[in-house]
């Protein structure tokens, strides 16, 4: 069964740090692309990042370009996104999505408010 569970979420004050993590079952880990998805309230879903198999090929959406930095440890099967200066238009439930799989996890919500 496949599961892709987030944790890490919370409240963050615009300018701190956070650093969301997603960890993998069900699949080979390192044979798959992985990607950060986000959903703001009443807005649709937006990717925000994505990443290769392989770990070495990073992606971002241009609204977090320079301050999240994806990542992985397939020895962990985890998926990381380290969330810096966050602003206040970055509060969304974060879900982390294997899309060849389609499959998302439940998600996790972050709070950017001073």
């Known amino acids: 069964e496949v599961q892709l569970v987030e944790s890490g979420g919370g409240l963050v004050q615009p300018g701190g740090s956070l650093r969301l993590s997603c960890a993998a079952s069900g699949f080979t880990f390192g044979s798959y692309d992985m990607s950060w998805v986000r959903q703001a309230p009443g807005k649709g879903p937006e990717w925000v990042s994505g990443?290769?198999?392989?770990?070495?090929?990073?992606n971002y959406a241009d609204s977090v370009k320079g301050r999240f930095t994806i990542s992985r440890d397939n020895a962990k099967n985890t998926l990381y996104l380290q969330m810096n200066s966050p602003k206040q238009e970055d509060k969304a439930v974060y879900y982390c999505a294997n899309y060849g799989m389609g499959y998302w996890g439940k998600g996790t919500l972050v709070t950017v408010s001073s």
């Open positions: 990443i290769n198999g392989g770990g070495n090929s990073p």
